[in-house]
């Protein structure tokens, strides 16, 4: 592969040349709008049902129902039904033309269009939220039996990548540059989010040009003072030659400059190929956009060099005796240092890699462990990983009323659990079972001790206050800050230490944390569903079927019923083949609010204290409600190992048996090896995996282990190569 100075639209700026008006700068189409159902529909009738007729209901219809999708049964009125998300859908498969299919009669673009415009306006007028379904990229489907067979053989198949840098690494490469702004997003349909495609649009293309500039501008930028130039900042004097109008532009010393800002961005020297190419460069900037500006353009060329941009994992040399191809030392020393730190190579890595100390599967797991006992090496992938997996982080992103829950602070949730991660780390041994069986936490354990002192003093005053006039104090309650904190805990109070013990009947372990129950719940209910499909996934290694074009997957509003109660309506034939993956193990966590607060009982509506419940006017005082017992009764099914299936009597047996399986244990070394090697697995990743499992219970259960055996693996190491790759004598 040619690796190209700069992609034609990124250079055509650079060099100050015009380039042809995009797609995406044509004007946007105007939506209709409908005031009514009526108008709305009229225009469905008179331009959306006869393409649905020529080119859809002959295969979803009422009798054929192809997909399990039927036309006839989605409601064009969305405001007086629930096909809003049905239609969305819809919306998404025809516009990314997974319908109709390739044998069948394609739609005209502008049919497409007719139909999307309608759909958006449509909810616009319902006042529905135009939500699609996204399916992610699921590597359980990768059979597990045979993938951790010793016996059973698949052709190796790591592939070769060619991918975007991660938005952290990106960003700390950028630090150097206030207000560079951020170009890459994760894509949302993978388990971890460094598992995207390398994919770079027109608008990204126009950021990371945007982004070199303003680097190039703060590397050179200066001042005239009585006719002499003054360095703004750190101006290296290899740049300043060439800045220098009164000096003349010598190639000597544009390789000199190249040599420098090579050296900053990639951590190597230029080659004589490259610096040809770039000598002639800044000339014709230079020509073109003036000296300043034409040395700037072409510094900025080098951040946007395909390795400023790319992960280049491609391997190099001989097909091996086993048909493989090994990544250079380089490209390995670059792997293991983005899989761990979000930064480039240290010196000393690149340096081991020059004198080949990176060219044995021994070389590189030496160099993965020595990283990983260096404290002063951040590591912040090793936390990020554990955030990924289970997910807890995402509480924050979960909206509590800050009204009802004053003091409800997922912030310092999701703190708390790292913290509790980071201690299990520590220890290093049979780390998967401490995470999910722990009854160990951490309480606020920043702010716990100033929170304490602040709420001493202000009970103190408060009930002075209440001792000398005890009228004005009568039915005034004492707001404590943080109470929502401890209370996710179901403590009293802030503890004196940290961590603390809490019941082992009641926490075992991450999934019964505050910060993933919350993280797996609504706004103001729990959400046995997420919680249920997170453990079929992320512990049991099972496979959900994505949500049916024709299913709402919406529960009844019945607020005088409990979630279990709620959720009787998934064990229809239609949805239990799905929910049986999801119900059982879901709903062993109704133990605990979507606070994460342990509980014993399930508040619902009193419908007839709150029918009762009225002024003399006969006005509503607001809803009454009683509770009942909470069931948090469940079973393991469909595992995979019979030796952990069966009843449950909440989640912490739950997962205390799960934590035992060697199944489950298998599941983490997949999740781990997926976000380590940022992509799925695949049969070929079998000898790989089952080392990496062997190593990790052999140490005694070491994550630090895992990952030296991840990060040194055959599929970390080697690549399957391209079909004109020479092989080996």
């Known amino acids: 592969m040619k690796r190209t100075l700069v992609a034609p639209f990124a250079m055509a700026l650079l060099c100050g040349l015009s380039t042809p008006a995009s797609e995406a700068q044509e004007a946007k189409s105007v939506l209709p709008k409908y005031a009514s159902f009526a108008e709305s529909k009229h225009a469905f009738d008179k331009s959306v049902a006869p393409l649905f007729a020529k080119h859809c209901n002959g295969c979803h219809n009422a009798k054929i129902s192809e997909g399990e999708l039927d036309l006839s049964m989605l409601n064009p009125d969305m405001k007086e039904s629930t096909s809003a998300g049905r239609w969305a859908l819809l919306s998404k498969m025809i516009s990314q033309r997974e319908m109709p299919p390739e044998e069948k009669q394609s739609l005209a673009e502008a049919d497409v269009k007719t139909i999307a415009d309608w759909i958006s306006a449509e909810m616009k007028r319902s006042g529905k939220h135009f939500a699609t379904r996204e399916a992610y990229a699921n590597g359980n489907k990768v059979n597990h039996d045979k993938l951790f067979d010793p016996k ?29 702004g951020q170009p890459f997003t994760p894509e949302g349909k993978t388990t971890f989010r460094d598992m995207g495609a390398p994919k770079l649009d027109e608008p990204t293309t126009a950021l990371l040009i945007r982004n070199a500039i303003q680097l190039a501008h703060n ?60 000598t002639a460069l800044f000339h014709k900037n230079a020509k073109d956009a003036g000296r300043v500006l034409g040395v700037r353009y072409s510094l900025a060329a080098i951040y946007l060099l395909p390795e400023s941009i790319y992960r280049w994992e491609l391997g190099s040399g001989p097909v091996d005796d086993q048909g493989r191809i090994r990544l250079t030392p380089r490209e390995i020393a670059f792997a293991i240092s983005y899989a761990l730190t979000d930064r480039r190579p240290e010196a000393w890595l690149l340096v081991d890699a020059d004198k080949g100390k990176l060219a044995t599967k021994e070389g590189v797991a030496e160099a993965v462990r020595k990283m990983l006992d260096d404290p002063k090496l951040k590591k912040p992938r090793i936390m990020r990983f554990f955030q990924e997996y289970f997910g807890y982080d995402k509480c924050r992103e979960v909206f509590q009323d800050v009204k009802v829950h004053k003091s409800h602070d997922p912030r310092i949730l999701v703190e708390d659990t790292d913290r509790l991660v980071e201690y299990i780390l520590e220890k290093d041994q049979n780390v998967f079972y401490e995470l999910l069986t722990t009854n160990k936490s951490f309480v606020a354990y920043k702010t716990a001790a ?68 919350a993280a797996n ?196 190491l080697y690549r399957a190569p391209s079909p004109e790759t020479p092989k080996a004598d």
């Open 219 to 278: 590397q050179t930028n200066f001042k005239i003072e009585n006719g002499k130039m003054k360095a703004i900042g750190n101006l290296p004097q290899e740049f300043a030659k060439l800045l220098d109008e009164n000096l003349p532009l010598e190639d000597a010393a544009i390789i000199a400059a190249v040599q420098k800002q090579f050296a900053s961005v990639l951590q190597r020297q230029a080659t004589k190929e490259e610096l040809s190419r770039f």
């Open 521 to 716: 719940s609504k706004t103001d209910e729990n959400h046995a569903i997420f919680r249920g499909k997170w453990v079929r996934e992320r512990l049991l290694g099972g496979v959900v079927p994505d949500v049916p074009i024709t299913v709402d997957a919406q529960l009844p509003n019945a607020p005088h019923h409990t979630l279990r109660e709620r959720m009787k309506v998934t064990e229809q034939e239609y949805c239990w083949k799905c929910h049986i993956y999801m119900n059982p193990v879901g709903l062993t966590f109704e133990s605990y609010d979507f606070l994460g607060r342990y509980r014993k009982t399930e508040p619902v509506l009193d419908t007839e204290a709150t029918a009762k419940n009225v002024n003399k006017k006969g006005k509503s005082l607001g809803p009454i409600f009683k509770d009942l017992p909470a069931d948090a009764g469940g079973k393991i099914n469909e595992s995979g190992d019979p030796a952990i299936e069966g009843a449950v009597k909440n989640s912490v047996q739950m997962v205390r048996k799960i934590a035992k399986s060697g199944r489950a244990e298998q599941v983490f070394v997949r999740h781990a090896f997926r976000y380590w090697l940022c992509r799925n697995e695949s049969l070929g990743d079998g000898p790989s995996m089952q080392q990496a499992h062997q190593v990790y219970r052999a140490s005694g259960g070491s994550m630090k282990a895992l990952i030296a055996a991840l990060l040194s693996s055959d599929s970390f």
């Open 152 to 180: 059973f053989e698949a052709n190796f198949d790591s592939p070769t990548t060619l991918r975007r840098l991660s938005p952290e690494i990106y960003a700390a490469e950028m630090a150097k540059a206030p207000g560079v």
């Open 450 to 517: 100033d929170l304490k002192k602040k709420r001493a003093i202000e009970t103190a005053k408060f009930e002075e206050n209440k001792k000398k006039d005890p009228e004005k104090f009568k039915n005034k309650k004492l707001q404590l800050p943080g109470r929502s904190i401890y209370e996710a805990y179901n403590l009293p109070d802030f503890p004196d230490t940290q961590p603390i013990d809490l019941p082992a009947e009641e926490r075992a372990g991450i999934l019964t944390q505050p910060s993933w129950l």
